[in-house]
């Protein structure tokens, strides 16, 4: 079955500094993969998916990762980090040989130090 | 606005009690979830449902029961609520395919 491990329930980077959020996948064939962004006291929205073709993938608000099949990895990341990325970060799998189950991470809390 | 109506947007319900929760989307997606929340386990998977009058068990579907009569609502039921159903509950759907899923506000529920 599909799974994510999230490393770091918690990550503190400073205002202006990268910002590297690590999600590592299972999946018995190749996955979907979903990065979503909560803020406090609201739902989850999408920041960027990978499907097929172009590893690396932009989202909204500056951020990026990257599909990396050899390392089962698909880390977020962000060049600068300003105040408002403080939230919480979740990376998501979806089975592409199975139904439309989406399997979610224990989710990351990013703080963002002045 | 289109989008995911989860309702009620909190309640405290008493151990013992049968409590519906409701959820409607007018995206006409096929796909819709059920998920709890809990401090330090992230989001899991209660129940899904791949299309109208079709569900699936989950991650820890024990104590929850679902239904699919359309295309629109997706109700998560507890038949008898216990205190470690205290969470907050988020219905999501998607188009499917593999598609992102798109999140309602959630529902903070207490079970005492």
């Known amino acids: 079955a599909q799974s994510v491990t999230q490393l770091g329930s918690h990550v503190s980077v400073s205002e202006g500094a990268l910002v590297l959020l690590r999600c590592n996948y299972s999946s018995s064939v190749p996955p979907y993969l979903f990065w979503y962004v909560q803020y406090p006291n609201q739902g989850l929205q999408l920041l960027l998916k990978y499907t097929t073709g172009a590893t690396l993938v932009k989202g909204i608000n500056g951020f990026e990762a990257e599909f990396k099949k050899s390392e089962t990895s698909f880390h977020l990341t962000k060049p600068s980090a300003h105040m408002s990325d403080a939230a919480e970060y979740f990376c998501?799998?979806?089975?592409?040989?199975?139904?439309?189950?989406?399997?979610f991470g224990k989710g990351t809390r990013l703080h963002i130090l002045p | 606005i289109a989008g995911i109506t989860q309702a009620p947007t909190s309640q405290i319900l008493a151990a013992g009690r049968r409590m519906t929760l409701r959820c409607t989307q007018d995206m006409r997606h096929n796909a819709m979830y059920w998920y709890r929340q809990d401090l330090g386990l992230g989001l899991r998977l209660i129940h899904y449902?791949?299309?109208?009058?079709?569900?699936g068990k989950g991650e820890v579907p024990d104590g929850y029961s679902v239904s699919r009569a359309n295309t629109d609502d997706f109700p998560l039921t507890l038949a008898s609520a216990v205190p470690s159903q205290t969470s907050v509950y988020f219905c999501a759907s998607s188009p499917g395919g593999h598609t992102e899923a798109f999140f309602g506000q959630g529902t903070r529920l207490t079970v005492v």
């Open positions: 449902s791949n299309t109208a009058g079709t569900t």
């Open positions: 998501a799998v979806s089975d592409r040989a199975r139904d439309d189950k989406i399997i």
